[in-house]
């Protein structure tokens, strides 16, 4: 019986197949190896690096729009206790202000030319602070649709306004405000919200609104405080889970 098993064992069939199981064991360990040491590493950083370079750039854009908007506050009020009158409304500015093109009727309020003013103080504003030398560049007044020339944008390119109105969520009051201008995504605007006021589209002093980046002729209104929109009506809080790409803010003065 033992002659017959090693004659059982010495056929070329049974050989084939043990060699077989064996390199088919060592071949599943070489791509094992390949597979966990070689080729996930590099992808797991480049994963990584992808996701990483996402953050740094939202954290630029929130870093941007919350250094536009306390630059803007802080010029708002140097012009006023320069000039004891707010910009764009001041009734001397062409007196006092080298390279300024137009006066506002000194009511304290920045109204548009509709709301009853001789002319569109919330573009008048722009040129009366940057002329002052309070903000960077150089705008020139001109009545209707803001300009590259006459305001500033923010980072998505769409115009921000300092103005007297209500057009803000929540308990609104007329107010001075400075609004971001639209286009920006709920998720960006939720994160500006949480590091310099409550995280509440709705309350605080930072606020969704409706503006839709340009005064006259131009942009899509913002829309909030519904499912899918900028910001949930029941307890405010921006959508920061299912981001909208085009929403807008205001600071209240």
């Known amino acids: 019986m033992l002659k017959e098993f090693r004659e059982f ?3 070329g069939s049974v050989i084939d197949l043990a060699v077989g199981v064996i390199i088919g064991a060592a071949f599943g360990k070489i791509v094992t190896s390949l597979v966990n040491d070689i080729i996930m ?6 994963l990584g690096g992808v996701l990483k370079g996402q953050e740094l750039i939202t954290s630029a854009r929130v870093r941007n729009l919350i250094s536009q908007q306390d630059g803007i506050k802080a010029a708002y009020f140097g012009f006023l206790d320069r000039f004891r009158a707010v910009p764009g409304d001041y009734s ?5 202000i080298a390279g300024t ?8 309020q920045i109204r548009t030319a509709a709301a009853g003013d001789a002319i569109d103080e919330q573009i008048a504003v722009w040129e009366h602070l940057s002329r002052a030398g309070f903000i960077n560049g150089s705008y ?3 009545a209707g649709a803001e300009t590259a020339a006459s305001a500033p944008t923010n980072p998505y390119a769409r115009y921000l306004q300092m103005i007297y109105d209500s057009v803000y969520a929540g308990t609104a009051t007329t107010r001075h405000n400075l609004k971001t201008g639209n286009q920006i995504p709920s998720d960006i ?7 310099i006021d ?3 589209a709705d309350g605080g002093t930072f606020r969704f609104s409706a503006y839709p980046g340009q005064s006259t ?3 899509t209104a913002p829309t909030g405080a519904a499912a899918g929109t900028c910001y949930a009506a029941a307890s405010g809080p921006w959508n920061a889970v299912a981001p909208v790409s085009n929403c807008g803010a205001t600071s209240l003065f």
């Not at 590493?41 to 480049?46: M, Q």
């Open 198 to 200: 409550d995280g509440v």
């Open 92 to 96: 001397q500015a062409t007196t006092n």
């Open 189 to 195: 605007l939720a994160e500006v919200d949480r590091k």
């Open 217 to 219: 002729g131009g942009g």
């Open 9 to 11: 064992a010495m056929r």
């Open 140 to 142: 020139t007044y001109a």
């Open 41 to 46: 590493p590099p992808i797991g950083l480049l």
């Open 101 to 108: 093109t137009v006066n506002g009727n000194n009511n304290g």
